[in-house]
């Protein structure tokens, strides 16, 4: 018998107090307890209590991966949530232990760094090969005229083409490529030549294969050991693993690979407050090593090596491709089912829905800046 399906145990006095406190902060962000709400939080086990109340955002996942509680909108509820700023009235220790371990270390070095490929992006391409659609392209989709999800991506892509001013014979390098779908999309509509950095195994070897016979060198490489000239630099959805330590080093040898007429796009998720970690059941089980960067943090960075020609913000549309992902492993998940289990399964489902939460409630953004060593003569004016 599942724990979702299990009967409940009698309270005792100490879980009734617990499920009081957690019934009244809840009350804060209009969820009920048990409630007849989609958003409603549905309780299975009494633990649940003292592993919120304890580690705060840690314990929420934990034990919705656990089948501790369920809700049936679970992205609505994650939402009422973070409006009500609960995420910050209770903090775990494990939040508390990154704050300190984030002063004492940089995370995101040359050895930590191949943690994220491993733990994540090697998971396996036929998950995110259901995931993602027809381009295994694991970022926000442009949504602006699209109606599909591929349509999204395509849209994203020609996009970034476009704001870089692409054009035949460019090398163009892509730190953080992948799958290789943004090069080869760049190349076949545009004609450059490609070299992709990736520190995933597994994404090189799907790269190699998808842009063979195209202009493209797929690289196992870290970022800081690239040191080569070339025409145009496009990152997407790479930055969140650099970590603020690092920030200024990835502009400075950025800068040093273009030309005086070279510009560079930068595609990222933003957060709205300057911090140096990330959440704890991040961390722990999505994106080890990771932090998303603030405006000003960016600024900083960049600030005398490259001159900010273009900033564009689209965070909404970060939600609509995390719910069209969600649909697309939901509606795959028997045949993916033989390879993953149920608390994986519910690990997913929370990493989709918590994200969806926090670009709805515009806690995070997405955001392209296009950015030139020395300024475009006459001044730049982008695509849209």
């Known amino acids: 018998m599942s724990r979702a399906s299990a009967p ?9 107090a617990l499920r009081d406190r957690v019934a009244a902060l809840l009350a804060r962000a209009e969820v009920t307890l048990d409630g007849d709400q989609p958003w409603d939080l549905q309780v299975h086990d009494p633990r649940f209590f003292a592993r919120v109340l304890a580690q705060g955002s840690l314990g929420l996942g934990e034990s919705y991966m656990d ?66 659609g027809k381009r295994l392209v694991y970022s926000c989709g442009y949504w602006r005229s699209a109606r599909t999800l591929d349509a999204a991506q395509e849209a994203k892509l020609d996009l970034v083409c476009r704001k870089l001013q692409l054009t035949p014979g460019q090398r163009v390098l ?55 000239p070339v025409d145009r630099i496009f990152s997407i959805g790479m930055f969140e693993h650099v970590g603020v330590r ?13 030309p005086a007429d070279g510009l560079m796009l930068l595609h990222t998720i933003g957060t709205n407050v300057s911090t140096n970690r990330t959440d704890p059941w991040i961390e722990r089980y999505i994106f080890p090593n990771s932090m998303l960067p603030s405006a000003a943090q960016i600024t900083a960075a960049s600030e005398g090596r490259f001159v900010l020609e273009d900033w564009h913000s689209f965070g909404p549309d970060y939600d609509r491709t995390l719910q069209a992902w969600r649909d697309n492993v939901e509606a795959a998940w028997d045949r993916l089912s033989a390879r993953y289990d149920t608390r994986f399964r519910r690990m997913w489902r929370f990493y989709l829905a918590a994200s969806m939460a926090t670009f709805r409630e515009r806690q995070c953004q997405l955001w392209q800046l296009v950015l030139s060593p020395r300024g475009v003569p006459g001044g730049y004016v982008a695509p849209r």
Request: aromatic share 10%; glycine share 8%.
């Open 174 to 228: 892509d730190i953080g490529c992948g799958w290789g779908e943004a090069l080869r999309f760049a190349t076949e509509r545009y004609g450059i030549h490609g070299i992709g950095l990736t520190i995933s195994c597994e994404q090189a070897a799907y790269a190699r294969e998808l842009c063979r016979g195209l202009p493209i060198e797929i690289r196992v490489q870290d970022y800081r050991d690239f040191q080569e």
């Open 8 to 16: 409940q145990r009698t309270l005792s006095r100490g879980d009734r």
């Open 246 to 258: 690092n920030y200024r080093h990835y502009f400075e040898l950025a800068a040093q690979c273009l």
């Open 67 to 132: 089948g501790d509680w369920d809700a049936p909108a679970l992205d609505a509820l994650l939402a009422r949530l973070l409006r009500a700023r609960l995420n910050h009235q209770v903090v775990g220790w494990a939040d508390r232990w990154a704050a300190v371990r984030a002063r004492l270390i940089n995370a995101q070095t040359r050895r930590r760094a191949v943690t994220v490929g491993e733990r994540h992006y090697d998971l396996g391409n036929d998950l995110y090969a259901a995931m993602l």
